[in-house]
């Protein structure tokens, strides 16, 4: 496994917030203090307290602490607005035709939303275990009900997986409270039972904090668990890395074929196509004509 941490930013003005970021349209540290004096907010168990707040059009949702875990922007709720989520479709460039996908973490329904919407074939189904989550993204965010492309399980992410092998071609991985990685889905025999719930050809994609000391720990246990390197994407604002492993597919693509999905992505679901490919050279291993998808680890 190539390190993780070389690939951390250093610009000094670059400060981390907690798992989210801002969204793309950037408000001040001093605006987000403002928003969050001004919060509703509302206690609903023991283990999450569930928070919605506002600022310039934008409509955030916070879990356990004042981390933003999910945005929606008003004029646009269809749109990725957070960084990192825009980083996590990437897995577009590998795996374009998405069918079954399953999300472990709701948040405010943006990424679900978003797929449900740009690929009409693809079946989303996101767990969460909070019923909290849940209303709150149907109730704030816009989250529509079940319909029979478009679902949300109350379950534990690390117990369903497991008892669901060749249930999914994508699986997303994006749980966390209020910054921390829920250790049950970073192990290595979860990672395992991932693989399992892959069809072939499948990828996993997690979200990781670029300062998130354990990361390297982490996708050396995927990669254990899938028996390849994994490929590492960085969101643009660098506060997000993103590993995503493959199941079956190509081991290798050529940039040029990378080139045209990316460019696809960018003109259809206004992605981040030219981030995604600088992204890719820099963090990943290739040759001047290909891009190595799958290697042993």
């Not at 922007?73 to 374009?96: C, I, K, Q, V």
């Not at 079940?146 to 060749?166: C, I, K, M, N, T």
Request: net charge neutral.
């Amino acid at each position: 496994m190539r390190g993780v941490s070389p690939h951390i930013a250093t610009d000094s003005s670059w400060m981390p917030v907690a798992r989210g970021q801002w969204p793309i349209s950037t408000p001040t540290a001093k605006a987000e203090s403002r928003v969050m004096k001004r919060l509703k907010r509302w206690t609903t168990s023991k283990q999450a307290a569930v928070a919605v707040s506002e600022e310039g059009g934008v409509r955030f949702l916070h879990i356990g602490g004042d981390a933003i875990q999910s945005a929606m922007r008003l004029s646009s709720p269809d749109r990725l607005e957070l960084h990192y989520t825009r980083a996590m479709m990437g897995f577009l460039l590998f795996h374009a035709q998405p069918r079954r996908v399953l999300m472990v973490g709701l948040g405010g329904g943006s990424m679900a939303r978003f797929l449900h919407q740009a690929y009409p074939r693809a079946h989303v189904l996101a767990l969460d275990i909070s019923p909290e989550v849940v209303a709150a993204a149907r109730r704030h965010f816009d989250f529509p009900e079940d319909s029979a492309r478009l679902s949300v399980a109350l379950e534990d992410g690390a117990q369903w997986v497991p008892a669901h092998p060749a249930s999914a071609d994508v699986i997303l991985l994006d749980a966390f409270v209020d910054g921390d990685q829920v250790p049950d889905l970073c192990t290595e025999s979860f990672y395992a039972a991932a693989r399992a719930a892959l069809t072939e050809p499948g990828v996993l994609v997690q979200n990781f904090m670029a300062d998130d000391k354990h990361m390297d720990r982490y996708v050396e246990r995927m990669e254990a668990a899938f028996g390849c390197e994994a490929t590492l994407l960085r969101a643009a604002d660098r506060v997000n890395v993103i590993a995503m492993i493959c199941r079956g597919g190509p081991a290798r693509m050529t940039w040029k074929e990378l080139r045209t999905r990316a460019d696809a992505l960018s003109e259809r679901h206004d992605l981040p196509g030219d981030h995604y490919l600088a992204s890719l050279r820099r963090l990943n291993g290739g040759t001047d004509k290909h891009f190595l998808l799958q290697s042993n680890a």
